[in-house]
């Protein structure tokens, strides 16, 4: 899904009180009514057919949640993260799925909602990055990128952008996004562009147009090993959630607590678990590791970094 993701890189210093601090406390709204529940999502394209996509899953949570066979259930997709931010704030969405950095953005950035769970999506309940060279490039530490361009995904991917680009920022790195693979970069810094896709980062990579590529280690798993094998590891983020559920702020928490049970356990039931393979391979719904607020640290460590330029 494409998404359009307002630029947060510069985030003020009293912001870390905040964001450590705000947990929803003080609910006031209430409960999803109607027989209804409204799921979340962020696409600025194909939005019919993502509605479409995930409507079974929706409409079974709905008739769970409310343990009645003619509750519906509602997939509104916001065409930004600043529209879902809006759309939980108004109680038009009660719940949202996203990948860790704009659910940090809608949580501890703007306040809007809060954790949930995990959700293991293509089967998977955490990933990272990875910071790839070829091995003949000359090139076999991280320090070797000054002076040179390296390739990130898309600027609204969590593991091909987000991940990797505060990772090298808190190593002490300065990057610089460049016009072209030919520009001229710094020699202390590091210059970087976009692919676009995989597809095209990895072809950058393997015919050395870029002296490295920010990759998922999903993505690198799926090389052949010939390939692999090609390949140098310079660095490696640490592991985050595949992707999160999260509730607008002033959910109740009876609500959200019901909710979190009826998606833990929806792997275990027959209809559910057919519903989950078909919507994008989901395996199923587990707790935070460490809790709610562990989570919201590890986030916060991730993706507030001193200089975010």
């Known amino acids: 899904m494409k998404r359009l993701l307002l630029n947060y890189s510069m985030l003020p210093a009293f912001f870390l009180g905040v964001a450590l601090c705000s947990n929803g406390a003080g609910q006031t709204a209430p409960p999803p009514t109607s027989k209804s529940l409204a799921l979340g999502l962020v696409a600025t394209t194909h939005q019919r057919e993502i509605e479409e996509h ?36 108004q109680s038009k969405v009660d719940f949202f799925l996203e990948s860790p950095y704009p659910t940090y953005v809608v949580n501890q950035v703007h306040g809007a909602g809060r954790l949930l769970l995990r959700r293991w999506k293509s089967g998977m309940a955490e990933y990272r990055s990875l910071i790839a060279t070829r091995k003949d490039s000359g090139i076999s530490r991280l320090e070797g990128l000054r002076g040179k361009i390296i390739a990130f995904k898309d600027p609204e991917s969590t593991s091909g952008y987000f991940l990797p680009k505060f990772f090298l ?46 990759i998922s280690d999903d993505d690198f798993a799926r090389l052949d090993d010939q390939k692999k094998a090609s390949l140098t590891i310079l660095g490696q983020t640490d592991l985050l959630p595949r992707h999160l559920v999260s509730v607008r702020k002033d959910l109740p928490t009876a609500a959200s607590d019901r909710l979190s049970r009826i998606l833990q356990s929806m792997h275990e039931n027959s209809e559910g678990g057919k519903i989950l393979q078909k919507t ?21 460590e991730t993706f507030f970094a001193p200089d975010r330029k």
């Not at 066979?69 to 916001?78: F, I, L, N, P, R």
Request: charged share 25%.
């Open 169 to 214: 920022q808190r190593n002490g790195f300065k990057l610089k996004q460049m016009a072209s693979m030919n520009a001229q970069v710094p020699a202390t810094e590091v210059g970087y562009i976009f692919a676009d896709d995989s597809e095209k980062l990895f072809d950058l990579i393997f015919a050395k147009q870029v002296a490295a590529g920010a």
């Open 54 to 89: 995930f409507r079974d899953f929706v409409f079974y949570l709905s008739r769970q949640y409310h343990s009645a066979a003619d509750a519906e259930g509602k997939v509104v997709v916001a065409a930004s993260v600043p529209d879902l931010v809006k759309l939980l704030e």
């Open 280 to 300: 994008d391979q989901t395996s199923k719904f587990d707790a935070l590791p460490g809790g709610e607020e562990a989570m919201r640290r590890r986030l916060l």
